[in-house]
């Protein structure tokens, strides 16, 4: 009780879908459902309070013997490496053996046999779960009646922002419970944002004295003493400007920290008074509104053709081209994409939770010696999915698949850093494209993000 109750108070506003997962999979006595499935739009926290709720489990419930394997289905993009993930992390810490699963059936043999105590309970999240239609047709329906095929207390829980009608033809028989997460209204987008006021307002602190502020004790003075109802002024304002255009929490919840420092900005100069909402208000109109360009990538960029292009102009057009920063990742997931070859993926970038590192070392030592190096071969054509894959991998927190993402590709092609070999259509899954810039170029942009992009290339390890 105690712990839904500080999972409340991290995640205001999902009072009634926390209690509906603690009510399924809370109860260490008792049979788990055998799938559920959680849907709701992007950014509605089906993936943090789930997560959350599941480590708090594990935390606190010493007692309970749970298990649990939380995948990203977008990461793990085959039915195999998607087998071999789950395994790795429901199988006994202390065997070293690498897992290895051929097909479906192999995999449920080797969840039949995990079973030690009685008492045992599973946990299998899927995350991006609408994935699992690109996979064989059998391992959906597997995923949802996997507790009767391999006889332990286990639940499959498939989260994605469709209904479950959207990519499954339901069956009376193996039909989860469906959980739906609503998105949230302007007011409470409001509420959740307004939590983050003890953050935003260390962030401000932090920045001020990272910035040597002249009359720096001054304005901690002004700083310390600020009030949450001063904060939602601010939330008030800002959401005017971008509730309507952007609906993702994160981006919200960072773009509203940014745009906070140039509120406080007059104030803290004692240009504008506190309590001057109106002339506030003007001051920050246009940040705010150049803020939200920048949440948007900038078609109108000119073209650029890296690949014949010296070093010095490299360097200039790769720093001061105007990608958002996921966009910088994306080019640069691109970039890894054409030049490994997808065999290293797995061992490269999806995370074992902390088994083993992320890291070329251990491929290192299995890697076969390749006679030339592929960067200077040439590009190797790649598709979106092995493409978001990477993307994801490479990625230190996580985002969500958004539209946004996937226009961020078609610009990127816009711009010629990628180009279409066979298809067209970036939501096309048969579509292949391969990344046009060099290696210095997107050493440069992996410079801008602070990401160390040799480290993660076959050739250089
Ligand atoms: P997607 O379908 O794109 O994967 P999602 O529903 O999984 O989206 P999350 O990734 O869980 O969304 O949430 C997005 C961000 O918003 C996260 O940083 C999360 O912590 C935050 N967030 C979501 N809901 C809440 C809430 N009720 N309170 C506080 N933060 C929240
Ligand atoms: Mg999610």
């Given at each position: 009780?105690?712990?839904?109750?500080?999972?409340?108070?991290?995640?205001?506003?999902?009072?009634?879908?926390?209690?509906?997962?603690?009510?399924?999979?809370g109860h260490s006595a008792e049979i788990l459902p055998s799938a559920i499935h959680i849907y709701g739009h992007t950014g509605t926290g089906k993936t943090a309070l789930l997560k959350h709720f599941l480590n708090e489990s594990i935390r606190h419930n010493n007692k309970i013997n749970l298990?649990?394997?939380?995948?990203?289905?977008?990461?793990?993009?085959?039915?195999?490496?998607?087998?071999?993930?789950?395994?790795?992390?429901?199988?006994?810490?202390?065997?070293?053996?690498?897992?290895?699963?051929?097909?479906?059936?192999?995999?449920?043999?080797?969840?039949?046999?995990?079973?030690?105590?009685?008492?045992?309970?599973?946990?299998?999240?899927?995350?991006?779960?609408?994935?699992?239609?690109?996979?064989?047709?059998?391992?959906?329906?597997?995923?949802?009646?996997?507790?009767?095929?391999?006889?332990?207390?286990?639940?499959?829980?498939?989260?994605?922002?469709?209904?479950?009608?959207?990519?499954?033809?339901?069956?009376?028989?193996?039909?989860?419970?469906?959980?739906?997460?609503?998105?949230?209204?302007?007011?409470?987008?409001?509420?959740?944002?307004?939590?983050?006021?003890?953050?935003?307002?260390?962030?401000?602190?932090?920045?001020?004295?990272?910035?040597?502020?002249?009359?720096?004790?001054?304005?901690?003075?002004?700083?310390?003493?600020?009030?949450?109802?001063?904060?939602?002024?601010?939330?008030?304002?800002?959401?005017?400007?971008?509730?309507?255009?952007?609906?993702?929490?994160?981006?919200?919840?960072?773009?509203?920290?940014?745009?906070?420092?140039?509120?406080?900005?007059?104030?803290?100069?004692?240009?504008?008074?506190?309590?001057?909402?109106?002339?506030?208000?003007?001051?920050?109109?246009?940040?705010?509104?150049?803020?939200?360009?920048?949440?948007?990538?900038?078609?109108?960029?000119?073209?650029?053709?890296?690949?014949?292009?010296?070093?010095?102009?490299?360097?200039?057009?790769?720093?001061?081209?105007?990608?958002?920063?996921?966009?910088?990742?994306?080019?640069?997931?691109?970039?890894?994409?054409?030049?490994?070859?997808?065999?290293?993926?797995?061992?490269?970038?999806?995370?074992?939770?902390?088994?083993?590192?992320?890291?070329?070392?251990?491929?290192?030592?299995?890697?076969?010696?390749?006679?030339?190096?592929?960067?200077?071969?040439?590009?190797?054509?790649?598709?979106?999915?092995?493409?978001?894959?990477?993307?994801?991998?490479?990625?230190?927190?996580?985002?969500?698949?958004?539209?946004?993402?996937?226009?961020?590709?078609?610009?990127?092609?816009?711009?010629?850093?990628?180009?279409?070999?066979?298809?067209?259509?970036?939501?096309?899954?048969?579509?292949?494209?391969?990344?046009?810039?060099?290696?210095?170029?997107?050493?440069?942009?992996?410079?801008?993000?602070?990401?160390?992009?040799?480290?993660?290339?076959?050739?250089?390890?």
């Amino acid at each position: 009780m105690e712990v839904l109750n500080k999972i409340n108070e991290r995640f205001p506003c999902r009072k009634k879908e926390l209690q509906t997962i603690a009510n399924l999979l809370g109860h260490s006595a008792e049979i788990l459902p055998s799938a559920i499935h959680i849907y709701g739009h992007t950014g509605t926290g089906k993936t943090a309070l789930l997560k959350h709720f599941l480590n708090e489990s594990i935390r606190h419930n010493n007692k309970i013997n749970l298990n649990v394997a939380f995948v990203n289905c977008v990461e793990s993009y085959t039915s195999r490496i998607l087998f071999e993930n789950i395994l790795e992390f429901l199988r006994n810490e202390d065997t070293d053996q690498t897992v290895k699963i051929e097909n479906l059936k192999d995999f449920i043999e080797q969840l039949r046999h995990l079973q030690i105590e009685p008492d045992a309970l599973y946990i299998i999240a899927l995350d991006n779960a609408e994935r699992l239609r690109d996979m064989d047709a059998n391992v959906l329906p597997s995923f949802l009646r996997l507790q009767q095929l391999c006889g332990l207390n286990l639940c499959v829980v498939l989260i994605s922002q469709l209904s479950l009608e959207k990519f499954y033809c339901k069956t009376s028989i193996d039909s989860p419970v469906i959980l739906y997460f609503p998105q949230y209204t302007k007011s409470e987008t409001l509420e959740i944002l307004s939590a983050d006021f003890k953050n935003t307002q260390k962030l401000l602190s932090s920045h001020l004295r990272r910035n040597k502020a002249d009359n720096l004790s001054h304005k901690m003075t002004i700083v310390e003493p600020l009030t949450k109802e001063f904060f939602n002024n601010y939330l008030n304002l800002f959401l005017g400007v971008f509730y309507k255009a952007c609906r993702d929490l994160s981006e919200l919840k960072i773009t509203a920290r940014k745009c906070f420092i140039f509120y406080m900005e007059p104030i803290l100069d004692g240009t504008v008074n506190m309590s001057d909402v109106s002339k506030l208000w003007r001051c920050i109109a246009g940040q705010l509104r150049t803020a939200l360009t920048q949440v948007y990538i900038r078609s109108g960029q000119p073209e650029v053709n890296p690949t014949e292009l010296n070093n010095k102009g490299i360097e200039k057009i790769a720093q001061s081209l105007e990608l958002p920063y996921y966009g910088k990742y994306l080019l640069i997931a691109a970039f890894l994409a054409s030049y490994n070859s997808s065999k290293e993926d797995k061992r490269l970038f999806v995370k074992n939770h902390g088994k083993r590192r992320k890291r070329m070392q251990t491929v290192n030592a299995n890697a076969k010696v390749t006679e030339k190096m592929s960067t200077y071969i040439g590009p190797k054509s790649f598709t979106v999915d092995r493409l978001l894959a990477i993307f994801y991998a490479i990625l230190e927190e996580k985002v969500g698949l958004t539209c946004n993402l996937l226009s961020q590709i078609s610009t990127l092609v816009n711009l010629k850093l990628l180009s279409f070999v066979s298809g067209e259509n970036v939501m096309d899954g048969t579509s292949r494209l391969q990344c046009t810039v060099g290696l210095d170029f997107i050493v440069c942009i992996s410079q801008v993000v602070g990401f160390n992009v040799r480290q993660y290339l076959c050739d250089f390890n």
